[in-house]
């Protein structure tokens, strides 16, 4: 078996049967569509989608200085966690560029679960073993441990619920508890990549086949889908989600993203990156470069990420995501532009399309907020 020999999940055989449309993502042979990704979208912003999400990288962290050593090691106060609860947070190098956005759950008093973003998975399980020096802690690779399988959209509670005797009431958003579903033990994550209300559930990949099928027909009324990778991007997009390698990259600290709020600078000890990081929070605070922001189209063409941004005939930005929006209607992007125009609103802002320069709407993000 070659190195370059893409990787499957345990649902692999199922979404060939579906019909799926399989796209290499990450090493990873995984769904991009089954059918209409317009659809599929719909589905997830009006009634409930399945994913197959188990390309993501799980990585645990266990001993009596499990919480010292992430502390250390990543930017969030990830002591200051309570168990059962999860964060969202970064893993960053000495010189403050972005490694990874991870969430990371709090499973025990010294057990945690990090979870990495496929395509940086090996290299946030290598950090966070380099980082694991002189503290009492271990860093295991887990990723062959867990097929992961989400449910999401507002359907989703009652469809889950209907197969779990857990608490879904008392779950928070951002926060797992352990249980079973559909007989299968899982660790139920109120957690997700869409906009929506919705469930994470992480099991043993021998038994990814039974939950997604009594999913499937626990759902089958409440109007549930499979949904492939295409769908997830377009729906975390008008989210306002930052997506690894577009809005997020080693080349922008998380102050030039604008989510400097995930720093933990008050947090007990030292942590990589620190030092940097102290800087870049001066910089944004008195002159930030770039600003994320959102662009609507006026017309019906589609930026791309890394078209340039333009206003009065120079380049001002560059965007990261774009894509039609089957929400709104209208083409959407995120693009960092330079700070004089970022204020939603500003006139006169347009993205580089093929050499013709198309009008665009500055607005803030997100895109789309769910009704509560």
Not at 53 to 72: K, N, R
């Amino acid at each position: 078996m070659s190195s370059t020999a893409l990787r499957h999940t345990a649902l692999d055989a199922l979404h060939r049967e579906l019909g799926a449309t399989m796209t290499d993502f990450a090493g990873w042979d995984m769904p991009l569509r089954y059918g209409s990704e317009r659809d599929e979208h719909t589905a997830v912003r009006t009634r409930a989608g399945l994913f197959d999400l188990s390309h993501m990288g799980e990585i645990t962290v266990t001993g009596p200085e499990a919480a010292a050593l992430l502390d250390f090691a990543l930017v969030g106060n990830i002591g200051g966690v309570a168990t059962g609860r999860a964060r969202y947070t970064m893993i960053c190098r000495a010189d403050g560029g972005i490694l990874d956005d991870l969430i990371v759950y709090r499973l025990g008093e010294t057990e945690y679960m990090v979870v990495a973003n496929a395509s940086n998975a090996q290299v946030v399980l290598d950090a966070l073993v380099e980082r694991s020096a002189g503290f009492d802690a271990q860093v295991r690779d887990d990723r062959e441990a867990y097929a992961l399988l989400a449910v999401q959209g507002p359907q989703s509670p009652g469809i889950v619920k209907s197969l779990t005797d857990a608490d879904l009431d008392g779950l928070k958003y951002y926060a797992g508890l352990p249980g079973t579903v559909a007989g299968v033990p899982a660790l139920i994550a109120r957690t997700g990549y869409t906009g929506e209300d919705g469930f994470e559930l992480f099991v043993k990949p021998e038994h990814a086949v039974a939950l997604w099928q009594a999913l499937t027909e626990a759902g089958r009324d409440a109007g549930l889908v499979p949904c492939g990778l295409s769908c997830r991007d377009t729906l975390r997009l008008e989210a306002g989600m930052p997506l690894y390698g577009h809005e997020l990259s080693t080349s922008l600290t998380p102050f030039d993203a604008g989510l400097g709020r995930v720093v933990k600078f008050e947090k007990e000890g030292d942590f990589v990156g620190r030092e940097a990081l102290l800087e870049a929070a001066e910089r944004a605070a008195s002159k930030p470069p770039r600003v994320l922001v959102g662009l609507v189209a006026e017309g019906r063409r589609i930026p791309r990420a890394g078209f340039s941004v333009v206003a009065g005939g120079e380049v001002i930005g560059e965007v990261t995501s774009g894509a039609p929006s089957p929400t709104l209607g209208k083409p959407i992007a995120m693009a960092y532009v330079d700070a004089a125009h970022a204020a939603p609103g500003t006139p006169g802002v347009g993205v580089d399309i093929r050499g013709s320069h198309e009008p665009y709407e500055v607005v803030a993000l997100p895109f789309y907020k769910r009704q509560k």
